[in-house]
């Protein structure tokens, strides 16, 4: 199920942040950091009113972001979307993989950007991670280029 998060979900999140990560850097993908994301981003998520978090039988499982676009990173690619939505943060707890929360969270992203009335979702990951390219692709989201600002590969979905 996926609700709005609050702030009392925030150390779960950092506690699951931090085992993704660790589970990345394991795979040689240099995605996040000790520290990012963090409480810090988190709780500003939550005040903007745009954390989304899984829950499964009441343990937050995994969560994602959705903000407008404003990072200036994305000024390096051409996009068809001028009001787009961006997917952030997208994460799953390694001990819930292969229960279709990605699968929920991307068709939740798609659903609220339609009614919100963006004209494109976008979503940005580091080269490396080819399991959330994966996914991303598997939602018809088109490769627009490389964010060198931020070394990521920058999706997009067209919502019109």
Do not use: C
């Given at each position: 199920?996926?609700?709005?998060?609050?702030?009392?979900?925030?150390?779960?999140?950092?506690?699951?942040?931090?085992?993704?990560?660790?589970?990345?850097?394991?795979?040689?993908?240099?995605?996040?950091?000790?520290?990012?994301p963090?409480?810090?981003?988190?709780?500003?998520d939550?005040?903007?009113?745009?954390?989304?978090?899984?829950?499964?039988?009441?343990?937050?499982?995994?969560?994602?972001?959705?903000?407008p676009?404003?990072?200036?990173?994305?000024?390096?690619?051409?996009?068809?979307?001028?009001?787009?939505?961006?997917?952030?943060?997208?994460?799953?707890?390694p001990s819930?993989?292969?229960?279709?929360?990605?699968?929920?969270?991307?068709?939740?992203?798609?659903?609220?950007?339609?009614?919100?009335?963006?004209?494109?979702?976008?979503?940005?990951?580091?080269?490396?991670?080819?399991?959330?390219?994966?996914?991303?692709?598997?939602?018809?989201?088109?490769?627009?280029?490389?964010?060198?600002?931020i070394?990521?590969?920058?999706?997009?979905?067209?919502?019109?």
């Open positions: 199920m996926i609700r709005t998060g609050n702030l009392s979900d925030v150390l779960a999140l950092d506690a699951i942040a931090r085992r993704v990560a660790d589970e990345l850097h394991a795979s040689g993908v240099d995605q996040w950091s000790a520290t990012y963090g409480v810090k981003e988190f709780t500003q939550v005040r903007r009113g745009a954390l989304y978090v899984d829950e499964e039988d009441g343990v937050v499982a995994g969560s994602m972001s959705l903000l676009e404003n990072d200036p990173a994305y000024g390096a690619v051409p996009w068809v979307g001028h009001h787009a939505l961006v997917m952030h943060r997208v994460m799953v707890d819930y993989r292969r229960r279709g929360i990605g699968n929920t969270l991307f068709a939740f992203a798609i659903a609220l950007s339609r009614k919100a009335g963006a004209d494109s979702l976008k979503v940005d990951t580091h080269p490396d991670n080819l399991r959330m390219r994966k996914l991303i692709e598997k939602y018809g989201f088109i490769h627009r280029g490389h964010l060198p600002l070394y990521r590969e920058g999706y997009e979905l067209p919502l019109e």
